[in-house]
């Protein structure tokens, strides 16, 4: 029969010695296997649902700074395309004028094109600008910002909690 090594300090069975009582209490001064009353249970539960709401909390947080970060990032991306496209466009109706201005010194005077091409490019841009609100703004009389389905939604939940409060109040009174 072959026989454990003993600890040279304590004389026992390294390997089937058990630690000393103290070093079996957790942190929070419990011993493990050790059975647990009800209130002890359900106040670590408490604590512990606290604490994973708490965490549960933080990694949103932490995700909508990641997601705030990266809708600023292509804000700003925009903002500068937004910018080179306000650029090229005046530059195409710069290229635009300069066109019809040519065009009408062949019917008119070049002191006359000069004016008139411009005039007439700023005429038809508002007419165009003009067209497009007015169709705009006739398309938004007819919304409204109340969000009706919610708010019939709210309405059925608010006609359900009150069937159920009344069916409650009868059963507490017969």
């Known amino acids: 029969m072959s026989r454990s090594p003993l600890d040279p300090v304590k004389g026992t069975d390294r390997h089937h010695a058990l630690p000393p009582r103290e070093e079996m209490v957790t942190v929070d001064g419990t011993v493990p296997g050790a059975t647990a009353s009800v209130p002890d249970l359900l106040r670590r539960l408490s604590g512990e649902g606290s604490e ?27 903002a500068a395309g937004g910018g080179l496209l306000l650029a090229g466009l005046l530059f195409a109706l710069w290229t635009l004028n300069t066109g019809v201005t040519a065009a009408l010194v062949q019917v008119v005077s070049a002191a006359v094109a000069v004016w008139l091409a411009p005039l007439l490019l700023a005429a038809v841009l508002l007419a165009i600008g003009w067209a497009l ?21 709210l309405r059925r939940d608010l006609r359900w909690a009150e069937g159920k409060a009344k069916q409650a109040k009868e059963e507490v009174t017969q």
């Open 133 to 153: 609100i007015s169709s705009a703004k006739k398309t938004m009389a007819h919304e409204t910002l109340t969000p009706e389905g919610s708010r019939e939604s």
């Open 52 to 78: 994973l709401v708490r965490k549960e909390i933080e990694l949103a947080k932490a995700e909508m700074d990641e997601k705030l970060d990266a809708l600023k990032r292509s804000a700003a991306t925009m």
